[in-house]
C-alpha cells in the first residue's frame, strides 16, 4: 500500500509553480507573476503530499494589522482540516495584531469558527471598455508623489502599505488628482490574471473616484479588465455601463481590532482581494 506524506513547510519560491497550478484547479485567474507578487511582499507555508503542493497560505503584513491570502486546498485532500491548520499557521505568522481576507462562500464557516466577523461585501467586476475621455484633472503620477500617494493609502486602509504601493509602482502605473499641488486621490493599474486590474483607488468622493479610473480606462490598449470594488462605494452600477459588469463576489472579514471608522478618503477600488 502506498502511504501519503503531509509536510507543512515554509513557502518557497520553489513552490511557486505547485502553488500555481493548485490555482489554476480552483479556477483561479493568478499567473506565476502574481504569485511571485503575493510572495514577494509575504510570509506563508504550503502543505506537501509527497513534494507536491496540495495547499498554500500566505501572511502579509502591513504595519499593525495583517491580511492573510491565497489559501487554498487541493480538491483531493479537502474535509480532511488542512484548511483549519493553513489558517492556524497564518495566523501564527501574524503575531497577534488584527487579521484582514477576504472569504469565497465555501471558506465562509471556517473563518467564522476562528473568530473572524463580516465587514462587508465586495463586488468583482469585469470586462472590457469601450473608449473614454480622458479626465482633465487627472494625471500620470510624478517621481516625487509616492510618499504622498502612501499617505493617502494608510489613511483610507487604516495601516502602512508603503511596501505594496513600492512593488507597484515598479510593475503598473500610478494616476493622481492634485489640489494645490497636493496629491488629494489616487489610481493604480498593473497587469494581473487574465488583463489588468484597476486598484487601489483611494479618493475623497465618488465623483474623484470614477475620474481617476476613467482616466485608467482611457489611456491604455483595448483589453480585460478586472476591478474589485466594496459594494457601498456607489461604483458598480457605473462600472456596469463601462462595460465592468458584476460577476462574482466576497466577504470581507476582520479578526481583532475595530472597523475602521469613515475618513477624508475612502478605498474605492481594492489593490487585489489577497491585499485588500
Known amino acids: 500500500m502506498q502511504t501519503t506524506q503531509l509536510d507543512i513547510v515554509p513557502f518557497g519560491t520553489q513552490h511557486l509553480e505547485g502553488a500555481l497550478a493548485l490555482s ?52 483531493g485532500m479537502r474535509g480532511r482540516g488542512l484548511g483549519r491548520r493553513l489558517m492556524e499557521a497564518g495566523l501564527d505568522a501574524a503575531r497577534g495584531v488584527p487579521c484582514r481576507l477576504v472569504a469565497t462562500q465555501e471558506g465562509l464557516p471556517l473563518y467564522e469558527k476562528i473568530g473572524f466577523r463580516q465587514v462587508g461585501d465586495i463586488l468583482q467586476c469585469q470586462g472590457f471598455c469601450a473608449a473614454m475621455e480622458i479626465p482633465i484633472d487627472v494625471e500620470w503620477m510624478q517621481s516625487g508623489d509616492l510618499a504622498e500617494i502612501a499617505a493617502l493609502d494608510e489613511v483610507a486602509f487604516g495601516a502602512d502599505r508603503s511596501k505594496l504601493i513600492s512593488y507597484m509602482k515598479d510593475i503598473g502605473r500610478f494616476a493622481v488628482i492634485r489640489r494645490d499641488e497636493r496629491v488629494v486621490g489616487f489610481s493604480a493599474t498593473r497587469a494581473f490574471g487574465r488583463g489588468e486590474v484597476i486598484g487601489p483607488v483611494v479618493a475623497e468622493n465618488l465623483d474623484n473616484a470614477r475620474k481617476l479610473i476613467q482616466f485608467q480606462i482611457a489611456v491604455r490598449r483595448d483589453g480585460f479588465l478586472r476591478i474589485d470594488t466594496p459594494n457601498d462605494s456607489g461604483l458598480s452600477r457605473w462600472l456596469a455601463e463601462c462595460g465592468l459588469v458584476h460577476v462574482g463576489g466576497a466577504t470581507a472579514m476582520q479578526r481583532g481590532g475595530q472597523i475602521i471608522p469613515a475618513s477624508r478618503v475612502k478605498t474605492f477600488a481594492l489593490a487585489n482581494q489577497a491585499f485588500g
Not at 485567474?29 to 509575504?42: G, I, K, N, Y
Not at 509527497?50 to 491580511?67: E, W
Open 24 to 75: 489554476l484547479q480552483a479556477g483561479w485567474p493568478h499567473r506565476l507573476a502574481d504569485w511571485q507578487m503575493a510572495l514577494a511582499l509575504s510570509t506563508g507555508v504550503v502543505v506537501l503530499e509527497n513534494d507536491i503542493v496540495v495547499g498554500t497560505t500566505l501572511t502579509t503584513r502591513f504595519g499593525d494589522c495583517a491580511t492573510i491570502n491565497m489559501v487554498i486546498v487541493s480538491e
